[in-house]
């Protein structure tokens, strides 16, 4: 049995940024360190603007603190099948609330959208995508899963993540990183989304979770075994302590699951 994930909470969202960048550029630095460059995956939800909070804010200029967009590749951990400029699309949501906002000394990041013209072919675009995946994790050696030095994930209130959802087949999917969804409870219906196993083989990976809307499903997940069985409580199973949950005062209000104190 792995030891069990972080779970951080702070006073408010502002607070909860502040360690989130610290955290965020630990995970960077060690990532130049090994290849040279921060492969991350992104979700959608809230995340988005928290992330643009923690990383566009003023550095305290040395280099540990130093965001390096022109080193990052951002994929993206699931996404909906429609255009990309759709109110949908995760990918606008990371362009409207950080991409755009990123200052032109800051460099820019390497995204890795999905391919648009295979929005009535889900299935092909998981394949592609995919694709992309490999021509970045295994282009001199193959591998059998990809290495993400952080994926930066949500937590829907059944307990979702990614668009991997409770009780889904797809859950069970052991063989191809990225999968496709035609049949998600939650709109738009088709998706793409990394699989379980790419998910708990990252270097790190992390969980924002706020407001009082996240509060009874954080109570499930931490303190309950049924919790244990949905998608984020598979991802603390599998990925052990190498997740971490930033969370504020009121989603963690009456979960009885130890706190930590600071990174």
């Not at 394949?127 to 490999?134: G, M, P, R, S, W």
């Not at 997940?221 to 949905?230: C, K, R, T, W």
């Not at 984020?232 to 969370?247: D, I, R």
Request: charged share 25%; hydrophobic share 35%.
């Amino acid at each position: 049995m792995g030891k069990a994930p972080n779970l951080y909470s702070f006073d408010d969202v502002d607070k909860l940024a502040a360690t989130l960048r610290r955290y965020i550029l630990q995970c960077q630095n060690a990532g130049f360190e090994r290849h040279g460059v921060f492969k991350v995956a992104v979700s959608g939800g809230s995340l988005p603007s928290t992330l643009s909070k923690a990383l566009l804010a003023r550095s305290n200029g040395s280099q540990e603190d130093n965001v390096q967009f022109d080193k990052w590749e951002i994929f993206f951990a699931d996404e909906r099948a429609v255009p990309l400029d759709h109110s949908d699309s995760n990918y606008k949501l990371l362009k409207d609330d950080l991409l755009d906002n990123i200052p032109e000394d800051a460099g820019k990041p390497t995204v890795h959208t999905v391919d648009t013209k295979y929005l009535e072919d889900v299935q092909e675009m998981a394949d592609q995508y995919e694709k992309t995946l490999v021509k970045s994790f295994a282009a001199k050696d193959s591998v059998k899963l990809p290495i993400f030095d952080l994926l930066l994930l949500g937590c829907g209130p059944d307990g979702h993540t990614c668009s991997l959802f409770p009780n889904h087949p797809l859950l069970r999917e052991g063989d191809a990183w990225v999968a496709y969804i035609e049949d998600s409870p939650k709109p738009p219906a088709k998706r793409i989304t990394l699989t379980m196993p790419v998910v708990t083989h990252g270097v790190k990976i992390a969980f924002v979770a706020t407001g009082e809307g996240k509060k009874d499903i954080l109570r499930k997940i931490f303190d309950s075994e049924e919790g244990q069985g949905l998608p984020c409580g598979l991802v603390n199973e599998g990925g052990a302590e190498k997740v971490s949950w930033f969370t504020d005062k009121v989603a963690t209000e009456g979960v009885s699951f130890p706190r930590r104190g600071s990174l």
